[in-house]
């Protein structure tokens, strides 16, 4: 079992910034992909970005390119996504989520391991 507990949420203004933090405890070997997700209201939870975990491999969604950066420190079974540049339309809850196996992949029925989320709101 892993449990994952995501922070660093919170309101911030269009154009601001962000980092979310993701802890990792239990069988943090079944972590080999980690990803980021985020479910906006109304609406499907989709993909933000991944990695391996060797951090040699990365995904991001075009929407985000350019403005997120994730990263993972497995000494620490830590992973981070870095927000920049921020829109209203990245308002969502954001999940950290856990894959046991690679390569990296981009649905949400792929990944095993959930934390509860934490809530990303910017304003105009």
């Known amino acids: 079992q892993v449990l994952l507990v995501e922070s660093g949420g919170g309101l911030v203004q269009a154009g601001g910034s962000l980092r979310l933090s993701c802890a990792a405890s239990g069988r943090t070997s079944m972590t080999n992909g980690m990803a980021w997700f985020r479910q906006a209201p109304g609406k499907e939870r989709e993909i933000v970005a991944a990695i391996s975990w060797s951090a040699g491999s990365t995904y991001y969604a075009d929407s985000v390119k350019g403005r997120f950066t994730i990263s993972r420190d497995n000494a620490k079974n830590m992973v981070y996504l870095r927000m920049s540049s921020l829109k209203p339309e990245d308002t969502a809850v954001y999940y950290c989520?856990?894959?046991?196996?690679?390569?990296?992949?981009?649905?949400?029925?792929?990944?095993?391991?959930w934390g509860q989320g934490t809530q990303v709101t910017v304003s105009s």
């Open positions: 989520a856990a894959d046991r196996d690679l390569p990296l992949r981009a649905q949400a029925v792929d990944y095993e391991y």
